[in-house]
């Protein structure tokens, strides 16, 4: 279980928060005790993640992550070889959920997060979390799938 949530904003500030008896309050950098990475989720501007599910037929999760970024190549503005992507489960019915955003941006994601000391936290798109047709209201918008 997380025991420590991050927000990452457009600009790429990375502002974290632990969880205490009252909520939770903004730390401002980790400290030791046996924290990891992997104990953070880190929240990404959904603004940056493009999602969309999309028939997959792949053999195996090998072939399936190969395939992804063609299989999403026309609603990008980009050439495959430039993006980043990270596939969700199966539907049931040959579909899969893929996020998808540009590799520089994720690139300065994951030198934020090593700089943080947190190269292997878990990253979200808060809209991938989020059921077919639900949305939420954020500072920056409404988001939804």
Sequence with gaps: MATLFGLMDPSGQLSLYKRDRSGFVAVEQVSGGGLRGRDTVIFVPPS????????????????????????????????????????????GEGGRLICSLRQDVMDSWILALSDAGLADAMLYAPQSLLMEDQYIQGPQGTIGR
């Design 48 to 91: 940056d993640v493009n999602l969309q599910r999309v028939p997959l037929n792949a053999r195996n999760e090998r072939d399936a992550r190969r395939a992804a970024p063609f299989a999403v190549e026309d609603d990008l503005a980009q050439s495959p070889e430039d993006v980043h992507v990270a596939l969700g489960s199966e539907d």
